[in-house]
């Protein structure tokens, strides 16, 4: 199995949430987060006082596959999460031990 | 006092007192989370503590002299109504109307000796112990506030003997809060991180709510300063609106060209500015004049407020930029903008000069008692906060509390009478929630 995280612009939540499910992805997590990459982060201003936030709010999806999905999913997601402009975010895979349902107790493949 | 006098002051002092929470709004947006319950509180504790000075010796000490026919020469009033003692006349046709107007009056003074200390509260956010600040609050109105109050507005004042006008407060609310912020911003030092660390507001639209009420009450702080439902109360409260709208215009002009932006605290702003320049002025302009100190009120405060900045001092709800500078510009002004078509007295430069000396006595004096007993306080009890309250917010160490609990998963929390103590659980005993 595959642990599929994406850090994305999270305007495209919705858009990547509709990809996955049309893909057959029956659950994923959403946090949000903040961070930045290549395009830093912008200025606020305060009575004057000028501030440069390099925290950015960006919305992480993660989401459990099976070996033979994720490189599949992985594409659903850059391509629902594209906009073209600096700031899209990153998309990446981990390999996971186990997986397992709280409710039945099923284990790997079956617990997705 | 007449019963329509009767019935315009009171609603207009509940209009006034209705400034301190927007005041504690307005500025409790500003501060970080971490201390925003103790930036309310600190206007708050106002309402409390100045209410009961006031009965007790606040007004005697301010307006006693109006009721008597001693000379009290002209710097504070007298001891006459300690406690209120006998002002409530009962005749056979109910209370009578001079003790009427003599409560009704103290009412309506109460409301902006409220609110003047709770003004300087916004220059010492985040760093000074809340203990401290109650009786900085108790001795300060006493020393400052009482005098400075009875020279402008008693009838035996001797900056109202003087013909200074001050309306509704542009030296004895506004200047004197703010000369007395910077005064105690000196003695009390930097916030820690101050020009380092961002310290951006954590709820501006709580700053906004906070505007919007004291804009709403300023009607009754300047219309209801004439005392009186005349065409001056209905000139000074259409002054009130032009001179507000045009200083949150001017202030926004200045910020979009200076900064790139219209901001939100910077329309909050600019109306609080605006409001503190029209305050003296108000019923001695006509229209044109009240929406020129505006928008110069405006305009000017935007740029005062960057001199902490550049000068260094921790400023930091900016109580001087904008009560400081606006009591001055809308003092100042009026001393040529008085119209004698409007109100009796005619600006010029004579006029101007008794502007000058009023504005400019109150600001030495409230700077200079003020520093004093900051001093006294830092001294004695303590004025600052220990730097780890400060680092850790001052709504958990006064308070006891946090402001917001957002999250789902909450903070772990459960009521202290419900954790039974280990002796307890050893003996098989179990607390149970009645």
Same mark, same amino acid.
């Given at each position: 199995?595959?642990?599929?995280?994406?850090?994305?612009?999270?305007?495209?939540?919705?858009?990547?949430?509709?990809?996955?499910?049309?893909?057959?992805?029956?659950?994923?997590?959403?946090?949000?987060?903040?961070?930045?990459?290549?395009?830093?982060?912008?200025?606020?201003?305060?009575?004057?006082?000028?501030?440069?936030?390099?925290?950015?709010?960006?919305?992480?999806?993660?989401?459990?596959?099976?070996?033979?999905?994720?490189? /599949?999913?992985?594409?659903?997601?850059?391509?629902?999460?594209?906009?073209?402009?600096?700031?899209?975010?990153?998309?990446?895979?981990?390999?996971?031990?186990?997986?397992?349902?709280?409710? *039945?107790?099923?284990?790997?493949?079956?617990?997705? | 006092?007449?019963?329509?006098?009767?019935?315009?002051?009171?609603?207009?002092?509940?209009?006034?007192?209705?400034?301190?929470?927007?005041?504690?709004?307005?500025?409790?947006?500003?501060?970080?989370?971490?201390?925003?319950?103790?930036?309310?509180?600190?206007?708050?504790?106002?309402?409390?503590?100045?209410?009961?000075?006031?009965?007790?010796?606040?007004?005697?000490? %301010?307006?006693?002299?109006?009721?008597? %026919?001693?000379?009290?020469?002209?710097?504070?009033?007298?001891?006459?109504?300690?406690? +209120?003692?006998?002002?409530?006349?009962?005749?056979?046709?109910?209370?009578?109307?001079?003790?009427?107007?003599?409560?009704?009056?103290?009412?309506?003074?109460?409301? +902006?000796?409220?609110?003047?200390? #709770?003004?300087?509260?916004?220059?010492?956010?985040?760093?000074?112990?809340?203990?401290?600040?109650?009786?900085?609050?108790?001795?300060?109105?006493?020393?400052?506030?009482?005098?400075?109050?009875?020279?402008? !507005?008693?009838?035996?004042? !001797?900056?109202?003997?003087?013909?200074?006008?001050?309306?509704?407060?542009?030296?004895?609310?506004?200047?004197?809060?703010?000369?007395?912020?910077?005064?105690?911003?000196?003695?009390?030092?930097?916030?820690?991180?101050?020009?380092?660390?961002?310290?951006?507001?954590?709820?501006?639209?709580?700053?906004?709510?906070? /505007? %919007?009420?004291?804009?709403?009450?300023?009607?009754?702080?300047?219309?209801?300063?004439?005392?009186?439902?005349?065409?001056?109360?209905?000139?000074?409260?259409?002054?009130?609106?032009?001179?507000?709208?045009?200083?949150?215009?001017? !202030?926004?002009?200045?910020?979009?060209?200076?900064?790139?932006?219209?901001?939100?605290?910077?329309?909050?702003?600019?109306?609080?500015?605006?409001?503190?320049?029209?305050?003296?002025?108000?019923?001695?302009?006509?229209?044109?004049?009240?929406?020129?100190?505006?928008?110069?009120?405006? #305009?000017?405060?935007?740029?005062?407020?960057?001199?902490?900045?550049?000068?260094?001092?921790?400023?930091?709800?900016?109580?001087?930029?904008?009560?400081?500078?606006?009591?001055?510009?809308?003092?100042?002004?009026?001393?040529?903008?008085?119209?004698?078509?409007?109100?009796?007295?005619?600006?010029?430069?004579?006029?101007?000069?008794?502007? #000058?000396?009023?504005?400019?006595?109150?600001?030495?004096?409230?700077?200079?008692?003020?520093?004093?007993?900051?001093?006294?306080?830092?001294?004695?009890?303590?004025?600052?906060?220990?730097?780890?309250?400060?680092? #850790?917010?001052?709504?958990?160490?006064?308070?006891?509390?946090?402001?917001?609990? +957002? %999250?789902?998963?909450? *903070?772990?929390?459960?009521?202290?009478?419900?954790?039974?103590?280990?002796?307890?659980?050893?003996?098989?005993?179990?607390?149970?929630? /009645?």
């Amino acid at each position: 199995m595959k642990l599929i995280t994406a850090v994305i612009k999270p305007h495209r939540l919705d858009e990547v949430k509709d990809a996955l499910t049309a893909f057959g992805v029956h659950g994923l997590t959403v946090t949000e987060a903040s961070g930045y990459g290549r395009q830093r982060g912008h200025t606020e201003v305060y009575r004057g006082a000028e501030y440069t936030v390099d925290l950015v709010p960006k919305v992480r999806i993660e989401i459990l596959a099976e070996d033979s999905d994720a490189e /599949a999913l992985i594409d659903v997601v850059v391509k629902a999460a594209r906009t073209g402009k600096i700031g899209d975010g990153k998309v990446w895979s981990l390999p996971v031990d186990t997986a397992i349902r709280v409710r *039945t107790g099923e284990r790997g493949p079956d617990a997705l | 006092m007449s019963p329509a006098d009767t019935s315009f002051v009171l609603i207009c002092s509940a209009l006034v007192m209705l400034m301190t929470p927007g005041l504690a709004f307005f500025y409790g947006g500003m501060v970080r989370v971490k201390s925003a319950l103790n930036m309310l509180m600190m206007s708050f504790i106002s309402l409390g503590i100045v209410s009961v000075l006031w009965v007790l010796y606040g007004f005697s000490l %301010t307006f006693g002299s109006n009721y008597s %026919t001693a000379d009290d020469g002209g710097l504070i009033g007298n001891l006459d109504f300690i406690g +209120f003692a006998d002002t409530i006349a009962l005749t056979p046709d109910g209370i009578s109307p001079d003790s009427t107007g003599l409560i009704t009056f103290a009412l309506f003074q109460l409301m +902006f000796a409220i609110i003047t200390p #709770a003004l300087m509260s916004g220059a010492l956010a985040d760093r000074v112990k809340f203990s401290s600040w109650a009786v900085f609050i108790a001795l300060w109105v006493t020393v400052v506030y009482f005098p400075v109050a009875h020279w402008v !507005w008693a009838a035996d004042g !001797w900056l109202f003997g003087e013909e200074v006008i001050d309306f509704a407060g542009g030296t004895a609310v506004h200047i004197n809060a703010g000369a007395g912020a910077l005064a105690a911003v000196l003695v009390i030092g930097k916030r820690k991180g101050f020009k380092k660390e961002p310290m951006r507001p954590h709820n501006l639209p709580m700053v906004l709510l906070g /505007a %919007t009420l004291l804009w709403f009450g300023w009607f009754g702080f300047n219309a209801g300063s004439a005392l009186s439902p005349t065409g001056t109360a209905a000139v000074m409260a259409l002054n009130t609106q032009l001179a507000t709208a045009a200083a949150m215009v001017g !202030w926004l002009i200045y910020e979009r060209v200076r900064h790139g932006a219209f901001t939100t605290l910077g329309a909050a702003s600019g109306a609080v500015a605006g409001l503190v320049a029209i305050t003296p002025s108000g019923a001695h302009v006509n229209p044109m004049g009240a929406l020129l100190i505006g928008v110069v009120a405006g #305009a000017v405060c935007a740029w005062a407020v960057s001199l902490k900045f550049k000068l260094g001092y921790d400023d930091s709800l900016d109580v001087v930029g904008v009560h400081l500078v606006g009591g001055l510009i809308g003092t100042l002004m009026v001393g040529f903008l008085a119209s004698d078509k409007v109100n009796t007295i005619a600006g010029g430069f004579e006029q101007f000069g008794k502007q #000058a000396l009023g504005a400019f006595s109150v600001l030495a004096y409230s700077f200079v008692v003020t520093f004093v007993l900051a001093t006294l306080i830092q001294r004695t009890i303590g004025f600052r906060s220990s730097e780890e309250e400060e680092v #850790a917010g001052l709504d958990l160490a006064y308070h006891a509390e946090t402001g917001y609990d +957002f %999250t789902q998963t909450g *903070t772990g929390s459960v009521p202290v009478s419900s954790v039974p103590a280990s002796a307890d659980l050893a003996a098989g005993e179990k607390k149970v929630d /009645a």
